[in-house]
């Protein structure tokens, strides 16, 4: 996995943001969605967006508090 690159708390906070919004959409994409291609490539996008999600507060919390 390639390594995350340091942001500000405050770009962290927008990037997470970000991909919690993507995160909603692929859900209710993948609701209003037939077909298991349809189905596979949905659930792989949510895995990465969620992977990426995870990544970014990890990094979040490991910063100092304010």
């Given at each position: 996995?390639?390594?995350?690159?340091?942001?500000?708390?405050a770009?962290?906070?927008?990037?997470?943001?970000?991909?919690?919004?993507?995160?909603?959409?692929?859900?209710?994409q993948?609701?209003?969605?037939?077909?298991?291609?349809?189905?596979?490539?949905?659930?792989?996008?949510?895995?990465?967006?969620?992977?990426?999600?995870?990544?970014?507060?990890?990094?979040?919390?490991?910063?100092?508090?304010?």
């Amino acid at each position: 996995m390639a390594s995350t690159p340091s942001y500000s708390r405050a770009e962290l906070d927008d990037r997470i943001a970000i991909l919690r919004d993507n995160i909603r959409q692929l859900t209710e994409q993948a609701a209003g969605s037939s077909g298991a291609a349809d189905e596979e490539r949905t659930a792989n996008r949510i895995a990465e967006q969620q992977d990426e999600l995870d990544a970014l507060i990890k990094q979040r919390d490991a910063l100092p508090q304010r």
